[in-house]
């Protein structure tokens, strides 16, 4: 199978199911969508083509999962903001014929609340927390050259005295060029159901998506770039502020404000894509950065935009372990943070 019709066949599997997306509307357990660690927080929060021993990028594509992760362990946390804050932990094994295999807990937690009426009056404090037990495979096939992964999620969310549970699964490939340094990939994100509904009889949809991405390693320069097109299963991602609508009338004239069709376009062309990029600086020291439209067009203050929609980050290796930092600008008021640090058992025992 040559690399034309892997790339074919990669958009042809997210095509054929698109008819099952869910347009429009909200969904439950959003959770699932934050960026877990800190090199994809630094990279615009999403990474799905790069293959390489980071077992803290799989749960984003389980294709990512690969024979070199082998008892190797993953953590990650994020101070998000107020008293929000989420991590992620996970164990991969390779069984010999199978592929390998990962378990992992993905955990959120808002804080604490004060429980108070309509007038004011205040009753004591909730919690609220969700989470997910996951379970993933990948193997490789074609020479090694194709990856196939897949991720059972088994999510609880308990909020306040409501409590909800359900189940997806994440379906995901990367297919990888060596010779020119390129990889492709694509993901089916949380094709499931939400088993038990906060209210009963009010069943919500999961956060269902489709994406693909491209990785690449310039010839002469020690530099990764990393796209992803995000949401495939729809096109029109804009959001009308119903407190700060777009003017289509004049309010003097009364005449129609004629609108530039080929800005609207890119403007939504621009709100799929997540670009990042990574310095390859030594074999154990990495600078990362990334800009995400969409988050940049959805919380920018317009009087003063500042660096909203930007990330960064930096990546380096001290003896057995991998550590992560991640910074993502959300708002002019405050960005979030994130840690990751990996390592392999293996490299704790001695070779004979």
């Known amino acids: 199978m040559n690399h034309k019709k892997i790339v074919v066949?990669?958009?042809?599997?997210?095509?054929?199911?698109?008819?099952?997306?869910?347009?429009?509307?909200?969904?439950?357990?959003?959770?699932?969508?934050?960026?877990?660690?800190?090199?994809?927080?630094?990279?615009?929060?999403?990474?799905?083509?790069?293959?390489?021993?980071?077992?803290?990028?799989?749960?984003?594509?389980?294709a990512l999962l690969t024979d070199s992760m082998d008892n190797n362990v993953a953590l990650s946390y994020s101070n998000y903001f107020a008293d929000v804050n989420y991590g992620y932990a996970a164990y991969a094994k390779k069984i010999k014929n199978l592929g390998t295999f990962s378990a992992g807990?993905?955990?959120?937690?808002?804080?604490?609340?004060?429980?108070?009426?309509?007038?004011?009056?205040?009753y004591g404090t909730f919690t609220a927390n969700e989470?997910?037990?996951?379970?993933?495979?990948?193997?490789?096939?074609?020479?090694?050259?194709?990856?196939?992964g897949a991720t059972l999620k088994t999510i609880y969310s308990h909020l306040d005295t409501y409590s909800s549970y359900g189940s997806a699964v994440d379906l995901g490939a990367v297919y990888v060029i060596p010779s020119r340094d390129v990889a492709f990939a694509a993901v089916i994100k949380n094709v499931g159901r939400q088993w038990k509904p906060y209210v009963q009889g009010n069943r919500e949809a999961l956060p269902f998506e489709m994406q693909l991405g491209l990785s690449k390693k310039l010839k002469h320069v020690p530099f990764r770039l990393s796209l992803v097109y995000e949401n495939l299963e729809k096109w029109d991602l804009t959001y009308?502020?119903?407190?700060?609508?777009?003017?289509?009338?004049?309010?003097?004239?009364?005449?129609?404000?004629?609108?530039?069709?080929?800005?609207?376009?890119?403007?939504?062309?621009?709100?799929?894509?997540?670009?990042?990029?990574?310095?390859?600086?030594?074999?154990?020291?990495?600078?990362?950065?990334?800009?995400?439209?969409?988050?940049?067009?959805?919380?920018?203050?317009?009087?003063?935009?500042?660096?909203?929609?930007?990330?960064?980050?930096?990546?380096?290796?001290?003896?057995?372990?991998?550590?992560?930092?991640?910074?993502?600008?959300?708002?002019?008021?405050?960005?979030?943070?994130?840690?990751?640090?990996?390592?392999?058992?293996?490299?704790?025992?001695?070779?004979?």
């Open 9 to 62: 066949f990669f958009i042809c599997i997210l095509t054929s199911v698109s008819g099952f997306s869910q347009l429009g509307g909200n969904n439950t357990y959003e959770f699932l969508n934050l960026p877990i660690s800190a090199r994809v927080t630094a990279l615009g929060g999403n990474l799905i083509s790069t293959r390489d021993n980071d077992l803290n990028v799989a749960l984003v594509n389980p």
């Open 105 to 122: 807990i993905h955990f959120l937690n808002y804080g604490k609340f004060i429980r108070a009426d309509e007038v004011g009056n205040t």
């Open 131 to 148: 989470m997910s037990f996951n379970l993933s495979y990948a193997r490789s096939i074609l020479d090694s050259n194709l990856t196939v």
């Open 240 to 352: 009308q502020d119903p407190i700060n609508p777009v003017l289509t009338v004049d309010p003097i004239t009364g005449e129609t404000i004629k609108q530039n069709k080929s800005k609207i376009f890119a403007d939504k062309l621009m709100r799929h894509f997540v670009i990042g990029g990574e310095f390859l600086i030594t074999k154990s020291f990495f600078l990362r950065a990334g800009y995400n439209y969409q988050r940049r067009q959805e919380l920018k203050i317009t009087e003063k935009t500042g660096m909203t929609g930007f990330s960064f980050g930096f990546g380096f290796k001290i003896n057995k372990f991998q550590f992560s930092y991640g910074r993502a600008v959300y708002h002019l008021s405050g960005a979030a943070n994130n840690f990751s640090i990996s390592f392999d058992i293996n490299s704790f025992y001695s070779k004979k």
